[in-house]
């Protein structure tokens, strides 16, 4: 049961240069999320999908980009990287079965943009 | 917008003692409430939730939380520390009906000291 994963684990990009950032899970969840943790700062939703070809923004979806052709995948791509955006991206997933159901996090991706 | 308060971005306890970590939400609705440990370089496991059933809510490796509506906090306990509590934890919300989106707090960093 191989859950959900990410790809790179790590990764370092110059600023300027597309990034995509991948996750993939086994659950067949119809959630997806993409969350970026910063010191201070907990973690925070970029974007989040509720069943393939359905994306909506999170709080801080400006500079991403997310697509979901596939129940099982939920690619993050960075157009254009920017210091700013260096940090550690979760990806996530939860059954949808209810209101409260569980989301389950993957093993993050650490970015640095240089 | 919901918004969660970890008092304490950093808590030391000695092994054996009683373990008090705290959150404090803002809504207007009680939310579905969260507590994920994350353990370095991993990502975030579930430890509790809220799910309105009991205020006392029990969770994994004997940890605790008791909703409080009066107090809107949401504080998770432990009676006894253990060395392989050293961790990071981070309180979440939800509001029902939000398509299940997480607002984290930003962490407390517990540090076990033998």
């Known amino acids: 049961d191989a859950g959900i994963t990410q790809s790179p684990r790590y990764k370092i990009t110059e600023t300027g240069r597309q990034v995509t950032l991948m996750c993939h899970q086994t659950?067949?969840?119809?959630?997806m999320f993409w969350y970026r943790q910063d010191l201070g700062h907990g973690l925070r939703l970029i974007y989040y999908?509720?069943?393939?070809?359905?994306?909506d923004k999170g709080e801080v979806p400006d500079g991403y980009v997310v697509s979901r052709s596939k129940t099982e995948n939920f690619p993050l791509t960075l157009e254009s990287a920017t210091r700013s955006q260096t940090s550690v991206y979760f990806c996530?997933?939860?059954?949808?079965?209810?209101?409260?159901?569980?989301?389950?996090f993957g093993p993050g991706t650490r970015l640095t943009v240089l | 917008a919901q918004s969660v308060t970890q008092l304490g971005s950093h808590v030391s306890v000695s092994e054996g003692a009683l373990v008090l970590l705290r959150c404090n939400y803002s809504?207007?609705?009680?939310?579905?409430l969260f507590w994920y440990v994350q353990y370095p370089n991993q990502g975030l496991q579930l430890l509790l939730k809220?799910?309105?059933?009991?205020?006392l809510v029990k969770g994994i490796n004997g940890f605790e939380a008791e909703f409080k509506k009066s107090e809107t906090s949401f504080h998770l306990t432990k009676p006894s520390a253990h060395m392989s509590d050293a961790a990071e934890y981070f309180c979440?919300?939800?509001?029902?009906?939000?398509?299940?989106?997480?607002?984290f707090g930003s962490g407390t960093q517990l540090t076990v000291l033998p």
């Open positions: 809220y799910t309105s059933a009991a205020t």
């Open positions: 996530a997933s939860s059954q949808g079965a209810g209101d409260i159901d569980t989301q389950y």
């Open positions: 979440a919300v939800s509001d029902p009906g939000s398509a299940r989106q997480l607002t």
């Open positions: 809504s207007s609705v009680p939310p579905y």
């Open positions: 659950w067949s969840h119809s959630y």
């Open positions: 999908s509720a069943a393939a070809d359905i994306t």
